[in-house]
């Protein structure tokens, strides 16, 4: 068993590089034995294939993608973590830690350099506070990834792999679903961490699209039309795109009434050809 996910251990470690846990840096280590070997299965890690981990923390979840896969490159902000992560790590030779900031990380060459001719996935556990914008970023980045089996808070999961069109939907589904099919794994209780976060998380993987689901032009255009739609999700969409893109109300009418979208419903009824088929019609 991977002796890093028991509680004594981790705190042996940490009291002995003299850790303490930022809160800032979203750091929740996992302490349930069973989360990280079920979802480094699931992540498509495996034999010819290199993975990007993004915060290894001591790497708990580092040392299970390492046991499977090719190669793995984990990224890691906190320069505190590398000693301890030299020496969690020591008898792995398919690992590489790079010490930086994901966000602002050039993905697409760390890919090109690090895992040419590799089938590549990403598998993480993520800190809370970017859980979007790192999502974003990998599939706005169009990385060559197969992939994105991510730990995130529970409610974010939710939102992120609801139906298109559902009450549960939002921009961030939309966006989503854009690029990948998402798909819900499992949860996971926040007793598995330490510290123990407020709430749940659950583990959910986006399998990336090749080429999106719908053809536009003008994707930011796409994206701009549905960050207005769901800016105020209790008006109806007519009223959410005309004042959030500063537009005439009988303008986005015509624009909607063509797009065979009635003006009066809310944005979370929309499908995705609905949304298209507007930013395909509206001039911003
Ligand atoms: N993988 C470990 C685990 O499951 O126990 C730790 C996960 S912890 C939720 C998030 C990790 O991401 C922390 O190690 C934190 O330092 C790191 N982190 C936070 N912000 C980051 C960033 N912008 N770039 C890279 N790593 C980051």
């Known amino acids: 068993m991977n002796r890093l996910s028991d509680i004594g251990t981790i705190k042996e470690i940490l009291s002995r590089y003299g850790f303490n846990f930022s ?107 970017i859980t979007s914008p790192v999502i974003m970023k990998l599939l706005e980045d169009k990385l060559p990834v197969e992939a994105i089996t991510v730990m995130v808070q529970k409610e974010a999961a939710q939102r992120i792999c609801a139906e298109v069109g559902s009450r549960e939907s939002g921009a961030v589904t939309v966006s989503v ?49 549905v960050k207005a739609a769901f800016s105020q999700r209790r008006k109806t969409v007519l009223n959410s795109i005309s004042s959030s893109l500063a537009l005439e109300k009988n303008v986005v009418n015509g624009i909607l009434l063509d797009s065979g979208v009635d003006p009066r419903s809310r944005a979370e009824k929309l499908t995705m050809e609905d949304f298209a088929e507007i930013s395909r019609r509206i001039e911003i």
């Open 23 to 129: 809160k800032g840096l979203g750091q929740n280590f996992l302490i349930n034995p069973s989360v990280c070997p079920r979802m480094a299965e699931l992540s498509g890690a495996g034999k010819g294939v290199g993975v990007i981990e993004i915060g290894p923390g001591i790497g708990v979840l580092t040392r299970e993608l390492c046991e499977i896969s090719d190669k793995v490159v984990a990224v890691e902000i906190d320069k505190r973590l590398i000693p301890v992560l030299d020496e969690t790590l020591a008898d792995f030779d398919n690992i590489k830690v790079i010490n930086d900031d994901v966000m602002k990380l050039d993905l697409k060459k760390l890919i090109e350099d690090e895992f040419e001719g590799m089938k590549v996935v990403v598998c993480a556990n993520l800190p809370y506070y």
């Open 177 to 225: 679903n854009y690029y990948s099919k998402p798909e819900m794994l499992f949860t996971v209780s926040s007793g598995s961490f330490m510290p123990a976060p407020k709430v749940d998380s659950a583990v959910m993987r986006l399998d990336v699209y090749k080429e999106p689901p719908i053809k536009l032009d003008d994707d930011k255009k796409f994206f701009t039309v």
